[in-house]
């Protein structure tokens, strides 16, 4: 067996390694190994004692390479007792070591104290190391009625290339239904909480395989690939858009699959499967879907408070043991809770990872859009990732988005910390959209204006292009004439108002100039409409309309006269103090004139109007 | 450590989205009437190209931002 192979390995490994790495020494380890969920969470508590006399600042990881190549994070912290107040606790710094006479099999990671210890010193500290794809389905394929087995292999003894005075390792499992284990001595069995140790004064690798095959029917939700694309519009959202390739990575489902059955008694037929998936997403999302390429799924349920928004979606089909499935939900996360500015950088605070909780991805990929017209683009990532910049055209754009590209293989929850993407970007670049919707509009009014304008017929010389020709002259004409008399017109009634100023006030003089003013003004209207008369005569094509211009003109001129008459005789009444009686009897008469045939020219210039 | 970092809003607030598109689309429209009824009704001697012009212009402005102001109340974040 492979692991048995191993222990060799690591026996003759422990021999040949030379005994004294460096004076340390682990004084106390406590390990806790959770297998609760599909990710293995391994934390431990390290006691480390520096025994020799020279300073030391840097304690080794060890971890064999079958569980290297699976762990998905590491992570260091000073150990705070019980009880204290937990203080915002700063990682250790973690780093990938290579140290010499080691035996290749291990991999190594390095630890910097926060300050060096000297002799006789010891500083505690824990360690969380997650893994992912370390339980193994046995048997790897079950039917629907099976319940699903796996199985962790690790060692009972703290593989480290330091000597270990006490430790004791706990397994803890989601159920107490126990296939089998390794029993060593000092093993105890609590429920679901198997315990190993204490063993004391441990040689440096020491090495004792345990194998535990237990039931785990938790969700093995394994996400192959998953795009998360984050769009930033200044405009007052931050869009986010999940794409998810599924898979449920537990022991395989083999024979057939009933619907009856799961549907009758799904915790029995359609244990290993899971039917549900849940995301928390951050507060305050709005317009969130769930839906893949069909179209919309309507099994999702959300609720809200002012925390988070939780989001449960269940796929089309119960997920068995390497079933697939594809899927996207999107949601919007308002502006002010995730972009900041700084030193006149822009920069954008918001969580790395998926917000479903226990998921596995093996790729993701972070999109960052940002908008048009940034530059000097930087990001600050809390874990190194492989990094990139595409474009990307969307909605309104010229030259694309700038688009920050993050790959990370291998992330699990723990990775959901914040990261930042800082830019530089001008509040003008904002009105880019719209002076671009404002020149779509204004060009098509220019077009409508050039078409207008323009002269598009092909031959110039044919008679019914003259005609036209000169029939529009003629139009033209016309529509002065009428501008001019609707001025006129506009003068009597001023002049009327003034009469009516004279009747309240009685001021002849301000009546009077009122009185010149319009016999100047319409000397000139005059003039202008000689012209254009002699125009309209002149003119062939203006024959049908002439005799109406012409009456409406005479008839125009006719009822100036007369309101001249009436306002020479009102003002004169006023002169000699006439009463308002007699005045109004006197000019009765042409009042009924002047309505007649200021009636006449309104309907001409209708007439004319409609031509 | 760095300077307190201020947060960033929309230059107009969200919820102002659908008033202003209705309004300013209603602007717009009327302004697009008249342009389009001066065009018919004026003979092609009488017609002032910087009144065309102008009117075009302002219908455009309130167009331009009415749409854009449309398209962020249906939630297209351009």
């Not at chain 1, 988005?401 to 509040?427: A, I």
């Not at chain 1, 506009?490 to 009546?511: F, K, P, V």
Request: with cysteine.
């Amino acid at each position: 067996m492979e692991s048995f192979r191993f222990c060799f390995l690591m026996l003759t490994i422990a021999i040949l390694a030379s005994p004294a790495l460096s004076d340390l020494v682990l004084s106390k380890v406590d390990r806790r190994i959770y297998l609760t969920s599909h990710i293995v969470r391994i934390s431990s508590t390290v006691k480390v004692e520096n025994a020799g006399p020279e300073k030391e600042s840097l304690v080794l990881l060890a971890f064999p390479e079958q569980q290297a190549k699976n762990m998905a994070y590491l992570m260091a912290t000073p150990h705070e007792g019980k009880g204290k107040v937990k203080n915002p606790v700063v990682a250790l710094p973690v780093e990938a070591a290579n140290p010499k006479d080691m035996p290749a099999a291990l991999t190594f990671y390095s630890i910097s104290l926060p300050m060096g210890l000297a002799e006789g010193d010891s500083f505690t500290f824990d360690v969380l190391a997650v893994f992912t794809h370390a339980l193994r389905p046995i048997p790897e394929q079950i039917t629907q009625a099976d319940i699903q087995l796996v199985l962790y292999q690790d060692s009972a003894h703290y593989l480290s290339p330091y000597a270990v005075k006490v430790q004791s390792l706990s397994v803890k499992l989601p159920d107490s239904r126990i296939e089998s284990y390794t029993k060593l001595e000092n093993t105890k069995i609590h429920g679901s909480e198997i315990k190993y140790g204490p063993y004391e004064n441990l040689p440096s690798f020491s090495y004792s395989p345990i194998a535990v095959h237990f039931e785990s029917n938790l969700p093995f939700s394994v996400a192959q690939e998953l795009v998360r694309e984050i769009e930033i519009s200044h405009w007052g959202n931050v869009q986010v858009t999940e794409h998810y390739k599924l898979i449920h990575g537990g022991a395989q489902s083999k024979g057939e699959f009933s619907r009856l059955d799961f549907l009758a008694r799904p915790n029995v037929r359609g244990a290993s499967a899971f039917r549900y998936l849940v995301a928390n997403l951050p507060p305050r999302a709005h317009s969130v879907y769930y839906r893949d390429e069909i179209g919309n799924i309507s099994t999702s349920h959300l609720r809200g408070d002012s925390k988070k928004t939780e989001l449960l979606i269940e796929p089309r089909y119960p997920m068995f043991g390497g079933w697939r499935t594809a899927f996207t939900i999107g949601y919007g996360l308002p502006l002010q809770d995730f972009l900041y500015e700084s030193d006149r950088k822009r920069f954008l605070n918001i969580t790395f990872s998926s917000p479903m909780v226990e998921l596995v991805i093996d790729a993701l990929i972070v999109k960052v859009v940002l908008p048009e017209g940034s530059s000097d683009i930087s990001v600050a990532a809390p874990f190194p990732v492989e990094q990139w910049q595409e474009t990307k055209i969307s909605h309104l754009d010229i030259d694309g988005r700038p688009v920050v590209v993050l790959k990370k293989t291998n992330v699990v929850p723990e990775h959901n910390q914040f990261f930042q993407v800082y830019y530089h970007f001008s509040q003008l670049s904002m009105l880019r959209e719209p002076l671009m919707l404002i020149s779509g509009f204004f060009f098509f009014f220019v077009a409508c204006i050039v078409y207008m304008h323009a002269d598009i017929s092909i031959s110039k010389s044919s008679a019914s292009y003259l005609a036209k020709q000169q029939w529009e002259e003629v139009q033209a004409v016309i529509q002065q004439v009428q501008n001019i008399i609707s001025r006129c017109l506009t003068t009597h009634d001023n002049l009327e108002a003034s009469l009516r100023d004279l009747s309240r006030t009685g001021n002849i003089q301000a009546c009077k100039a009122a009185r010149k003013a319009a016999d100047g003004l319409l000397k000139e209207l005059s003039k202008e409409l000689k012209p254009l008369l002699t125009f309209l005569q002149s003119s062939p094509s203006a024959a049908q309309v002439l005799p109406k211009v012409e009456e409406l003109v005479a008839k125009e001129r006719e009822l100036q006269e007369k309101v001249m008459v009436k306002h020479a005789t009102v003002v004169d009444g006023y002169e000699k103090k006439l009463g308002a009686c007699d005045i109004e009897n006197r000019v009765a008469l042409q009042q009924q004139k002047l309505t007649a045939l200021r009636q006449e020219v309104d309907d001409l210039l209708e007439f004319i109007d409609e031509i | 450590m760095a300077p307190p970092a201020k947060a960033i809003t929309s230059p107009v607030p969200d919820a102002w989205y659908p008033t202003l598109a209705v309004l300013m689309l209603a602007i717009g429209l009327v302004l697009t009437a008249s342009f389009f009824i001066y065009e018919a009704t004026s003979s092609k001697r009488n017609r002032s190209l910087a009144k065309e012009l102008t009117t075009g212009g302002v219908a455009s402005v309130f167009l331009g931002f009415g749409s854009l102001f449309l398209l962020l109340s249906a939630g297209v974040y351009v």
